[in-house]
């Protein structure tokens, strides 16, 4: 039988790598679909698009990512769309 330290070592390895898995995925999704769906917008001299999360990616790291690049989101993170303001 293993140890306790094992079996946590164990189940923390196993945290980490879906943690980095969920974070790659949101940001997978930012820049393609995100970045493809601001692109169309701007380009139609827009200042603003909608967006919506699928289930299942992190509502919050995909918010944060855009964030992160100079964007203003608006929504509520009970619903799936989110507004993405650049003005």
């Known amino acids: ?32 679909e995100v970045g493809k769906v601001i692109e169309d917008y701007a380009k139609c001299g827009k200042f603003e698009c909608t967006i919506f999360i699928p289930s299942h990616l992190d509502k919050t790291q995909v918010i944060e990512i855009i964030k992160e690049k100079g964007y203003e989101v608006q929504g509520e993170y009970a619903y799936a769309e989110f507004k993405i303001i650049w003005e």
């Open 1 to 32: 039988m293993m140890t306790r330290e094992k079996a946590r070592e164990m189940a923390m390895e196993v945290i980490a790598k879906r943690e980095s898995e969920k974070a790659e995925k949101a940001k997978t999704f930012v820049n393609d």
